[in-house]
């Protein structure tokens, strides 16, 4: 069994530019999350997909944009890059229910982004 | 606001001793209290995880322990071990909620 994977495993940006984050799901998964983790920080949950649809999303501007595709995998897209996007970003999925998302989530290893 | 407060940040413990991190909560909606480890690196892995409906679960040498009356909960490692030494990671989420909200983590170290 597979589990989340992501890419690429580090990235380095300039100020203004946008990105682009992949995250694929761990078998049997349908629910993906993303996290931003700073230095010395915890997680903070930035927003969720479920069923292609966003699910919930945390205290971070619009800027910060996401997709889910038909296999459950998963983009996060970052515009206008500022200097404190400089973290480790995290996605997290959790497994199919017949009901609403579970809350386990199981996290892939991220994806390092350093915005200069 | 911070809704999950831990500590202590860092922690050294001796090889074979018991391992000690507590978590309290604000908010009496969690109900799902997940334990992370996760090593430079890497991503956090999941450890163990508590609903209040118990008071205490147990994974090997990981235990988890859950005061409702006081909204506290800790991660127990009995026979602390050197490969133990990470950053460990509460969080709690409720209910409809689709975030995990983490606290800000602990640094172990375990001496040999």
């Known amino acids: 069994e597979t589990g989340v994977t992501q890419s690429p495993t580090h990235l380095i940006k300039t100020r203004g530019q946008q990105v682009t984050l992949r995250c694929s799901s761990q078998?049997?998964?349908?629910?993906v999350s993303w996290y931003q983790q700073a230095l010395g920080q915890g997680p903070q949950f930035i927003f969720q997909y479920y069923r292609e649809e966003e699910n919930g999303r945390g205290n971070f501007p619009p800027r910060f944009s996401g997709l889910q595709f038909p296999n459950y995998s998963s983009e996060l897209n970052v515009n206008a890059l500022e200097l404190d996007d400089s973290a480790l970003y995290l996605c997290?999925?959790?497994?199919?229910?017949?009901?609403?998302?579970?809350?386990?989530?199981?996290f892939g290893p991220g994806t390092r982004l350093l915005v200069l | 606001q911070q809704q999950v407060k831990q500590s202590p940040q860092s922690l050294i413990v001796q090889k074979g001793g018991i391992s000690i991190i507590n978590c309290a909560y604000e908010?009496?909606?969690?109900?799902?209290f997940p334990w992370y480890q996760q090593f430079p690196g890497k991503g956090p892995a999941l450890l163990i995880a508590?609903?209040?409906?118990?008071s205490e679960k147990k994974e090997g040498r990981f235990t988890i322990s859950f005061n409702k009356s006081a909204k506290q909960f800790s991660l127990h490692i009995m026979d602390s071990q050197p490969g133990d030494s990470a950053t460990y990671f509460c969080a709690a989420s409720r209910a409809g909620a689709q975030k995990l909200v983490f606290g800000q983590g602990t640094r172990l170290t375990i001496n040999p």
């Open positions: 997290a999925s959790s497994p199919r229910t017949s009901g609403p998302p579970q809350e386990t989530q199981y």
């Open positions: 508590i609903r209040p409906d118990v």
């Open positions: 078998s049997g998964h349908n629910t």
């Open positions: 908010n009496t909606a969690f109900d799902y």
